[in-house]
Protein backbone atom coordinates (compact mmCIF):
# COMPACT_ATOMS: atom_id res chain seq x y z
CA UNK A 1 0.00 0.00 0.00
CA UNK A 2 3.09 2.18 0.93
CA UNK A 3 4.14 1.64 -2.68
CA UNK A 4 1.16 2.89 -4.70
CA UNK A 5 0.95 6.06 -2.32
CA UNK A 6 4.47 6.95 -3.25
CA UNK A 7 4.02 6.21 -6.94
CA UNK A 8 0.35 8.54 -6.54
CA UNK A 9 2.77 11.16 -5.48
CA UNK A 10 5.17 11.06 -7.41
CA UNK A 11 2.44 10.98 -10.21
CA UNK A 12 0.96 13.92 -9.11
CA UNK A 13 4.86 15.60 -8.87
CA UNK A 14 5.11 14.52 -12.35
CA UNK A 15 1.68 16.11 -13.93
CA UNK A 16 2.28 18.93 -11.77
CA UNK A 17 5.29 19.88 -12.84
CA UNK A 18 4.77 19.56 -17.16
CA UNK A 19 1.88 22.44 -16.39
CA UNK A 20 4.15 24.13 -14.34
CA UNK A 21 6.04 23.76 -17.55
CA UNK A 22 3.41 24.69 -20.00
CA UNK A 23 2.21 27.75 -17.77
CA UNK A 24 5.68 28.83 -17.49
CA UNK A 25 5.99 28.89 -21.49
CA UNK A 26 2.75 30.27 -21.89
CA UNK A 27 2.72 33.30 -18.94
CA UNK A 28 6.99 33.98 -19.35
CA UNK A 29 8.03 32.59 -23.07
CA UNK A 30 4.93 33.95 -25.09
CA UNK A 31 3.44 37.89 -25.40
CA UNK A 32 0.20 36.16 -23.84
CA UNK A 33 1.49 38.46 -20.73
CA UNK A 34 1.65 41.59 -22.42
CA UNK A 35 -1.56 42.39 -24.03
CA UNK A 36 -4.59 40.59 -24.39
CA UNK A 37 -7.15 42.28 -27.09
CA UNK A 38 -9.53 43.19 -24.05
CA UNK A 39 -8.37 46.07 -22.62
CA UNK A 40 -7.16 47.79 -25.85
CA UNK A 41 -8.79 50.36 -28.62
CA UNK A 42 -8.00 50.65 -31.90
CA UNK A 43 -7.28 53.98 -34.20
CA UNK A 44 -6.35 53.92 -37.92
CA UNK A 45 -3.35 55.85 -39.31
CA UNK A 46 -3.04 56.25 -43.43
CA UNK A 47 0.41 56.00 -45.05
CA UNK A 48 1.87 56.80 -48.10
CA UNK A 49 3.51 53.72 -47.58
CA UNK A 50 3.87 51.55 -45.15
CA UNK A 51 7.18 49.59 -46.35
CA UNK A 52 7.57 46.42 -44.49
CA UNK A 53 5.09 46.72 -41.37
CA UNK A 54 2.94 43.55 -40.58
CA UNK A 55 0.46 42.54 -38.73
CA UNK A 56 1.30 42.24 -34.88
CA UNK A 57 4.15 44.93 -35.08
CA UNK A 58 4.97 46.66 -32.33
CA UNK A 59 3.42 50.38 -31.72
CA UNK A 60 5.68 52.18 -29.92
CA UNK A 61 5.52 56.00 -27.96
CA UNK A 62 8.73 57.49 -27.01
CA UNK A 63 10.53 53.64 -27.22
CA UNK A 64 7.99 51.99 -25.21
CA UNK A 65 5.89 49.74 -26.49
CA UNK A 66 2.21 50.58 -25.73
CA UNK A 67 0.38 48.65 -29.03
CA UNK A 68 0.66 46.62 -31.94
CA UNK A 69 -0.72 46.93 -35.41
CA UNK A 70 -4.08 44.70 -35.98
CA UNK A 71 -4.87 45.07 -40.09
CA UNK A 72 -2.86 46.58 -42.97
CA UNK A 73 -5.09 46.98 -46.40
CA UNK A 74 -5.15 49.29 -49.24
CA UNK A 75 -7.13 51.93 -49.79
CA UNK A 76 -8.23 52.12 -53.49
CA UNK A 77 -9.71 55.19 -53.44
CA UNK A 78 -6.77 57.17 -52.21
CA UNK A 79 -4.02 54.76 -53.10
CA UNK A 80 -2.76 54.79 -49.24
CA UNK A 81 -2.38 52.21 -46.63
CA UNK A 82 -4.52 51.68 -43.90
CA UNK A 83 -3.17 50.64 -40.71
CA UNK A 84 -4.76 49.52 -37.61
CA UNK A 85 -3.48 50.55 -34.47
CA UNK A 86 -4.37 48.24 -31.36
CA UNK A 87 -3.71 50.80 -28.22
CA UNK A 88 -3.79 49.26 -24.69
CA UNK A 89 -6.50 51.28 -22.85
CA UNK A 90 -3.85 52.19 -20.33
CA UNK A 91 -2.60 54.81 -22.68
CA UNK A 92 -5.81 56.62 -23.63
CA UNK A 93 -4.64 59.84 -23.50
CA UNK A 94 -2.58 60.10 -26.65
CA UNK A 95 -3.69 63.68 -28.23
CA UNK A 96 -5.19 64.65 -31.84
CA UNK A 97 -2.23 65.74 -33.31
CA UNK A 98 0.11 62.71 -33.06
CA UNK A 99 2.01 61.86 -35.76
CA UNK A 100 2.44 58.42 -36.57
CA UNK A 101 5.47 57.18 -38.39
CA UNK A 102 6.97 53.69 -39.64
CA UNK A 103 10.37 53.24 -38.45
CA UNK A 104 13.33 50.39 -38.35
CA UNK A 105 14.56 49.27 -35.26
CA UNK A 106 18.16 49.06 -36.20
CA UNK A 107 19.79 49.03 -39.60
CA UNK A 108 17.58 45.44 -40.73
CA UNK A 109 15.51 45.42 -38.08
CA UNK A 110 11.76 44.21 -37.92
CA UNK A 111 9.45 47.81 -38.94
CA UNK A 112 7.37 49.64 -36.22
CA UNK A 113 4.97 52.18 -35.72
CA UNK A 114 5.96 55.29 -33.72
CA UNK A 115 3.81 57.24 -32.26
CA UNK A 116 5.28 60.74 -31.52
CA UNK A 117 2.63 63.24 -29.37
CA UNK A 118 1.66 66.68 -30.38
CA UNK A 119 0.41 69.55 -27.85
CA UNK A 120 -3.30 69.34 -28.25
CA UNK A 121 -5.78 69.19 -25.78
CA UNK A 122 -8.18 66.78 -26.86
CA UNK A 123 -7.83 63.05 -27.36
CA UNK A 124 -7.66 60.75 -29.66
CA UNK A 125 -10.90 58.47 -29.02
CA UNK A 126 -11.86 54.93 -29.96
CA UNK A 127 -12.07 54.89 -33.95
CA UNK A 128 -10.35 57.97 -34.55
CA UNK A 129 -7.77 58.59 -37.24
CA UNK A 130 -4.29 60.22 -36.80
CA UNK A 131 -3.87 62.77 -39.59
CA UNK A 132 -0.47 63.07 -39.63
CA UNK A 133 1.91 60.48 -41.02
CA UNK A 134 5.10 59.83 -42.42
CA UNK A 135 5.92 57.06 -44.03
CA UNK A 136 8.43 54.36 -44.16
CA UNK A 137 11.79 55.15 -45.69
CA UNK A 138 12.67 52.57 -48.25
CA UNK A 139 16.10 51.62 -48.47
CA UNK A 140 16.53 51.22 -52.13
CA UNK A 141 14.82 54.34 -52.75
CA UNK A 142 17.05 56.60 -50.77
CA UNK A 143 20.66 54.93 -52.17
CA UNK A 144 18.73 55.45 -55.22
CA UNK A 145 18.36 58.96 -54.36
CA UNK A 146 21.65 59.47 -53.38
CA UNK A 147 23.27 57.69 -56.16
CA UNK A 148 21.53 60.32 -58.62
CA UNK A 149 22.15 63.24 -56.37
CA UNK A 150 26.40 62.48 -56.45
CA UNK A 151 26.09 61.43 -59.84
CA UNK A 152 24.32 64.77 -60.41
CA UNK A 153 27.19 66.23 -59.03
CA UNK A 154 30.18 64.94 -60.25
CA UNK A 155 28.47 66.21 -64.11
CA UNK A 156 29.09 69.91 -62.89
CA UNK B 1 8.27 -10.93 -62.37
CA UNK B 2 9.67 -12.02 -58.82
CA UNK B 3 10.02 -8.26 -58.00
CA UNK B 4 6.80 -7.27 -59.36
CA UNK B 5 5.05 -10.46 -56.99
CA UNK B 6 7.24 -9.31 -53.74
CA UNK B 7 6.10 -5.99 -54.13
CA UNK B 8 2.10 -7.09 -54.53
CA UNK B 9 2.88 -9.31 -51.62
CA UNK B 10 4.81 -6.94 -49.26
CA UNK B 11 2.29 -4.20 -50.06
CA UNK B 12 -0.87 -6.60 -49.24
CA UNK B 13 1.21 -7.17 -46.02
CA UNK B 14 1.77 -3.64 -45.32
CA UNK B 15 -2.25 -2.69 -45.86
CA UNK B 16 -3.18 -5.71 -43.99
CA UNK B 17 -1.28 -4.52 -41.32
CA UNK B 18 -2.62 -0.84 -41.60
CA UNK B 19 -5.94 -2.47 -41.25
CA UNK B 20 -5.51 -4.25 -38.42
CA UNK B 21 -3.54 -1.13 -36.51
CA UNK B 22 -6.78 0.79 -37.29
CA UNK B 23 -8.90 -2.09 -36.03
CA UNK B 24 -7.04 -2.30 -32.67
CA UNK B 25 -7.09 1.79 -32.41
CA UNK B 26 -10.55 1.70 -32.72
CA UNK B 27 -10.84 -0.97 -29.82
CA UNK B 28 -8.58 0.77 -27.45
CA UNK B 29 -10.24 4.22 -27.81
CA UNK B 30 -13.95 2.25 -26.99
CA UNK B 31 -12.08 1.38 -23.80
CA UNK B 32 -11.78 5.28 -22.66
CA UNK B 33 -14.63 5.04 -20.50
CA UNK B 34 -14.47 2.47 -18.75
CA UNK B 35 -10.75 3.17 -18.13
CA UNK B 36 -11.81 6.29 -16.86
CA UNK B 37 -14.10 4.63 -14.58
CA UNK B 38 -11.20 2.75 -12.49
CA UNK B 39 -8.77 5.99 -12.24
CA UNK B 40 -6.46 3.77 -10.69
CA UNK B 41 -5.31 1.94 -13.71
CA UNK B 42 -4.57 4.97 -15.54
CA UNK B 43 -2.23 6.14 -12.16
CA UNK B 44 -0.01 3.35 -12.31
CA UNK B 45 0.62 4.01 -16.44
CA UNK B 46 1.23 7.28 -15.75
CA UNK B 47 3.79 6.30 -13.17
CA UNK B 48 5.68 4.10 -15.75
CA UNK B 49 5.31 6.02 -19.03
CA UNK B 50 5.72 9.66 -17.91
CA UNK B 51 7.50 9.77 -14.41
CA UNK B 52 9.94 7.15 -15.84
CA UNK B 53 10.87 9.49 -18.66
CA UNK B 54 10.83 12.30 -16.90
CA UNK B 55 14.68 12.27 -16.00
CA UNK B 56 15.71 11.77 -19.24
CA UNK B 57 13.23 14.65 -20.64
CA UNK B 58 14.52 16.94 -18.27
CA UNK B 59 18.40 16.72 -19.20
CA UNK B 60 18.33 16.35 -22.94
CA UNK B 61 16.04 19.44 -22.69
CA UNK B 62 18.61 21.40 -20.24
CA UNK B 63 21.83 20.20 -22.73
CA UNK B 64 20.01 20.63 -25.98
CA UNK B 65 19.20 24.78 -24.67
CA UNK B 66 22.57 24.72 -23.60
CA UNK B 67 23.85 23.77 -27.11
CA UNK B 68 21.23 26.10 -28.80
CA UNK B 69 22.32 28.89 -26.65
CA UNK B 70 25.91 28.28 -27.57
CA UNK B 71 25.39 27.57 -31.17
CA UNK B 72 23.17 30.68 -31.60
CA UNK B 73 25.75 32.83 -29.78
CA UNK B 74 28.17 31.83 -32.20
CA UNK B 75 26.07 32.68 -35.41
CA UNK B 76 24.22 35.47 -34.12
CA UNK B 77 27.31 37.49 -32.73
CA UNK B 78 28.71 37.58 -36.40
CA UNK B 79 25.49 39.84 -37.07
CA UNK B 80 25.65 41.46 -33.68
CA UNK B 81 22.06 40.28 -33.42
CA UNK B 82 23.35 38.59 -29.46
CA UNK B 83 19.83 40.29 -27.83
CA UNK B 84 17.84 37.45 -30.41
CA UNK B 85 19.44 34.91 -29.00
CA UNK B 86 16.48 34.66 -26.20
CA UNK B 87 14.07 34.29 -29.60
CA UNK B 88 15.81 31.82 -31.01
CA UNK B 89 16.17 28.89 -28.69
CA UNK B 90 12.96 29.99 -28.04
CA UNK B 91 11.43 29.56 -31.26
CA UNK B 92 13.19 26.54 -31.49
CA UNK B 93 12.11 24.50 -28.79
CA UNK B 94 8.88 25.89 -28.79
CA UNK B 95 8.07 25.50 -32.22
CA UNK B 96 9.99 21.98 -33.32
CA UNK B 97 12.69 20.85 -31.23
CA UNK B 98 10.53 20.38 -27.50
CA UNK B 99 7.71 18.38 -29.83
CA UNK B 100 10.13 16.58 -31.88
CA UNK B 101 13.52 15.25 -29.66
CA UNK B 102 10.99 14.53 -26.46
CA UNK B 103 8.61 12.26 -28.23
CA UNK B 104 12.10 10.46 -30.26
CA UNK B 105 13.69 10.07 -26.52
CA UNK B 106 9.66 9.03 -24.97
CA UNK B 107 9.66 6.63 -28.21
CA UNK B 108 12.91 4.87 -27.34
CA UNK B 109 12.14 5.29 -23.46
CA UNK B 110 8.42 4.22 -23.05
CA UNK B 111 7.12 3.19 -25.84
CA UNK B 112 9.92 0.38 -27.02
CA UNK B 113 9.28 -0.85 -23.01
CA UNK B 114 5.44 -0.70 -23.87
CA UNK B 115 5.90 -3.01 -26.93
CA UNK B 116 8.33 -5.31 -24.67
CA UNK B 117 5.76 -5.51 -21.85
CA UNK B 118 3.13 -6.43 -23.75
CA UNK B 119 4.97 -8.78 -26.40
CA UNK B 120 5.93 -10.62 -23.28
CA UNK B 121 2.42 -10.58 -21.76
CA UNK B 122 1.17 -12.22 -25.09
CA UNK B 123 4.33 -14.70 -25.25
CA UNK B 124 3.80 -15.97 -21.77
CA UNK B 125 0.03 -15.91 -23.06
CA UNK B 126 -1.22 -13.63 -19.91
CA UNK B 127 -3.50 -11.68 -22.71
CA UNK B 128 -5.45 -15.21 -23.73
CA UNK B 129 -5.37 -16.09 -19.93
CA UNK B 130 -7.44 -12.66 -19.42
CA UNK B 131 -9.72 -13.78 -21.83
CA UNK B 132 -10.40 -17.12 -20.26
CA UNK B 133 -11.52 -14.40 -17.31
CA UNK B 134 -13.57 -12.78 -19.56
CA UNK B 135 -11.44 -9.45 -19.36
CA UNK B 136 -11.08 -7.91 -22.40
CA UNK B 137 -7.28 -7.56 -22.30
CA UNK B 138 -7.32 -4.16 -24.92
CA UNK B 139 -9.66 -2.65 -21.64
CA UNK B 140 -7.43 -3.69 -18.92
CA UNK B 141 -4.17 -3.32 -20.23
CA UNK B 142 -4.10 -1.08 -23.38
CA UNK B 143 -5.84 1.86 -23.26
CA UNK B 144 -4.39 2.94 -20.26
CA UNK B 145 -1.04 2.80 -21.21
CA UNK B 146 -2.57 4.27 -24.15
CA UNK B 147 -4.48 6.99 -22.19
CA UNK B 148 -1.11 7.37 -20.14
CA UNK B 149 1.00 8.12 -23.28
CA UNK B 150 -1.53 10.81 -24.78
CA UNK B 151 -1.19 12.67 -21.53
CA UNK B 152 2.18 12.37 -20.38
CA UNK B 153 3.47 13.45 -24.16
CA UNK B 154 2.42 17.07 -23.76
CA UNK B 155 3.42 17.64 -20.59
CA UNK B 156 7.24 16.37 -21.48
CA UNK B 157 7.74 18.16 -24.11
CA UNK B 158 6.35 21.33 -22.03
CA UNK B 159 9.19 20.52 -19.31
CA UNK B 160 11.56 19.78 -22.15
CA UNK B 161 10.98 22.88 -24.04
CA UNK B 162 10.72 25.48 -20.56
CA UNK B 163 13.36 23.76 -19.16
CA UNK B 164 15.21 24.20 -22.40
CA UNK B 165 15.07 27.66 -22.48
CA UNK B 166 16.31 28.06 -19.00
CA UNK B 167 19.46 26.27 -19.92
CA UNK B 168 19.98 28.33 -23.31
CA UNK B 169 19.23 31.67 -20.63
CA UNK B 170 22.56 30.29 -18.18
CA UNK B 171 24.76 29.49 -21.40
CA UNK B 172 23.65 32.74 -23.07
CA UNK B 173 23.40 35.05 -20.29
CA UNK B 174 25.60 33.59 -17.45
CA UNK B 175 28.73 32.16 -19.72
CA UNK B 176 28.56 34.64 -22.70
CA UNK B 177 27.31 37.54 -21.66
CA UNK B 178 24.37 38.11 -23.09
CA UNK B 179 21.73 40.85 -21.54
CA UNK B 180 19.17 38.58 -19.41
CA UNK B 181 16.24 41.42 -19.56
CA UNK B 182 16.92 40.97 -23.67
CA UNK B 183 16.81 37.60 -23.85
CA UNK B 184 13.48 37.27 -21.65
CA UNK B 185 11.96 41.16 -23.88
CA UNK B 186 12.66 39.85 -27.12
CA UNK B 187 11.86 36.30 -26.89
CA UNK B 188 8.04 37.81 -25.57
CA UNK B 189 8.18 40.16 -28.56
CA UNK B 190 8.60 37.61 -30.85
CA UNK B 191 6.59 34.32 -29.44
CA UNK B 192 3.34 34.39 -29.89
CA UNK B 193 1.31 31.91 -27.83
CA UNK B 194 -1.46 30.62 -29.92
CA UNK B 195 1.10 30.52 -33.26
CA UNK B 196 3.86 29.02 -31.32
CA UNK B 197 2.54 27.41 -28.48
CA UNK B 198 -0.50 26.22 -28.77
CA UNK B 199 0.55 25.11 -32.15
CA UNK B 200 3.76 23.12 -29.90
CA UNK B 201 1.11 21.35 -27.68
CA UNK B 202 -1.34 20.22 -30.72
CA UNK B 203 2.15 18.62 -32.02
CA UNK B 204 2.98 17.08 -29.26
CA UNK B 205 -0.12 15.63 -28.42
CA UNK B 206 -0.40 14.23 -32.06
CA UNK B 207 2.72 12.55 -31.41
CA UNK B 208 2.58 11.00 -28.18
CA UNK B 209 -0.97 9.36 -29.97
CA UNK B 210 1.06 8.26 -32.52
CA UNK B 211 3.83 7.17 -30.56
CA UNK B 212 1.60 4.89 -27.92
CA UNK B 213 -0.58 3.73 -30.76
CA UNK B 214 2.78 2.31 -32.62
CA UNK B 215 4.60 0.78 -29.53
CA UNK B 216 1.28 -0.74 -28.19
CA UNK B 217 0.07 -2.41 -31.67
CA UNK B 218 3.51 -3.25 -32.17
CA UNK B 219 3.81 -5.67 -29.08
CA UNK B 220 0.41 -6.53 -29.22
CA UNK B 221 1.02 -7.53 -33.19
CA UNK B 222 4.53 -9.50 -32.06
CA UNK B 223 4.74 -12.82 -32.78
CA UNK B 224 4.63 -14.51 -29.32
CA UNK B 225 8.48 -15.51 -29.19
CA UNK B 226 11.34 -13.93 -27.72
CA UNK B 227 12.64 -13.17 -31.35
CA UNK B 228 9.25 -11.90 -32.18
CA UNK B 229 9.33 -9.67 -29.04
CA UNK B 230 13.23 -8.47 -29.63
CA UNK B 231 12.12 -7.50 -33.51
CA UNK B 232 8.82 -5.79 -32.32
CA UNK B 233 10.63 -3.81 -30.29
CA UNK B 234 13.07 -2.76 -32.62
CA UNK B 235 10.04 -1.77 -35.01
CA UNK B 236 8.35 0.24 -32.71
CA UNK B 237 11.61 2.52 -32.08
CA UNK B 238 12.29 2.94 -35.80
CA UNK B 239 8.57 3.09 -37.43
CA UNK B 240 7.87 5.51 -34.69
CA UNK B 241 10.75 8.05 -35.58
CA UNK B 242 10.11 7.56 -39.31
CA UNK B 243 5.87 8.75 -38.27
CA UNK B 244 7.14 11.56 -36.30
CA UNK B 245 9.57 13.28 -38.02
CA UNK B 246 7.73 12.65 -41.17
CA UNK B 247 4.33 14.10 -39.32
CA UNK B 248 6.23 17.22 -37.96
CA UNK B 249 7.30 18.16 -41.71
CA UNK B 250 3.29 17.67 -42.80
CA UNK B 251 2.39 19.73 -39.41
CA UNK B 252 5.00 21.91 -39.56
CA UNK B 253 3.55 23.10 -43.57
CA UNK B 254 -0.05 23.20 -42.49
CA UNK B 255 0.55 25.49 -38.98
CA UNK B 256 3.40 27.54 -40.12
CA UNK B 257 2.82 28.12 -43.82
CA UNK B 258 0.76 31.46 -43.93
CA UNK B 259 3.46 33.72 -42.85
Known sequence: MQHTRNQDTLVGLFVASGIAGLFFLAMHVSNLSSFSDEDSYTITAKFENSGGLKVKSPVSAAGVKIGKVTSITFDPKTYKSVVQLSINSKYNTLPDDTTASVFTAGLLGEQYVNLEPGGSDTYLKKGGEIEITQSAIILEKAIGQFLFKSAAEEKK | MDFIEGLGRSSRISFNKLGRATHFLIQTISGVMSVLMRPRLLTKQLYSVGVMSFLIITISGLFVGMVLGLQGYYTLSDFGAEETLGVMVAASLVRELGPVVSALLFAGRAGSALTAEIGLMKATEQLSGMEMMAIDPIKRIITPRFLAGLIS??????????????????????????????????????????????????????????????????????IPTSEGVSRATTRTVVNSAFTILGLDFILTALMFGDH
Open chain 2, 153 to 222: MPLLAGIFSAVGIVGGQIVGSGLLGVDEGAYWSQMQASIDFYDDIINGVIKSIVFGFVASWIALFEGYDA
